[in-house]
């Protein structure tokens, strides 16, 4: 299956809900800090690009990808927020631990989409090797955490 080379960063303005009114969460992993800053800082750019302020805005770091899922969950319990976007970098190693906290990573937050009311966006990168990751996170194919941001915005009205 080919591939398309696709910057993620992309999209239009003009298609997306005014975000001015919506609150969002973004728990961010420590874990591969150099990619999730740079998604961290792309979903932060598009959401105020989008209108939400800044204040409206929480930040929550948690150790690693793996512990996204009860971040996310204590945030949505805690605070009043529309969307969270779980930011993580998971890059393949020599052993199966990869495949494990991908897995679980993935399963707990698709859990916390049915049972919490708001949603929680994925944004975990599970890349081979840090120059993929460099590239989705501000490189060359743009960045997830932009992404993340536009279809938190798009989760968070949804039906509205």
């Given at each position: ?5 696709k ?5 239009n ?13 973004i728990v961010?992993?420590?874990?591969n800090?150099?990619?999730?800053e740079?998604?961290?800082d792309?979903?932060k750019?598009?959401l105020?690009?989008c ?9 929550w770091n948690?150790?690693g ?10 945030l949505?319990t805690?605070?009043?927020v ?11 190693g ?14 707990g937050?698709?859990?916390?989409n049915?049972q919490?009311d ?5 944004c975990?990168?599970?890349d081979?090797?840090?120059?993929q990751?460099r590239?989705?996170s501000?490189g060359k ?8 941001a536009i ?7 949804l039906?509205?």
């Amino acid at each position: 299956m080919a591939t398309e080379n696709k910057n993620l960063s992309v999209y239009n303005k003009n298609t997306i809900p005014n975000a001015k009114a919506l609150r969002f969460g973004i728990v961010v992993s420590e874990w591969n800090a150099e990619i999730t800053e740079g998604l961290f800082d792309g979903a932060k750019e598009a959401l105020i690009d989008c209108g939400a302020l800044e204040e409206n805005i929480t930040r929550w770091n948690v150790p690693g990808s793996f512990e996204l899922t009860f971040g996310s969950k204590k945030l949505a319990t805690t605070h009043n927020v529309d969307a969270i976007i779980a930011i993580g970098s998971v890059i393949q190693g020599e052993t199966k631990h990869f495949d494990f906290v991908c897995s679980a990573t993935a399963q707990g937050i698709k859990d916390l989409n049915v049972q919490l009311d708001i949603p929680v966006i994925f944004c975990v990168l599970t890349d081979n090797n840090m120059q993929q990751a460099r590239e989705r996170s501000g490189g060359k194919h743009g960045n997830k955490g932009t992404e993340a941001a536009i279809a938190a915005i798009k989760m968070a009205t949804l039906g509205a």
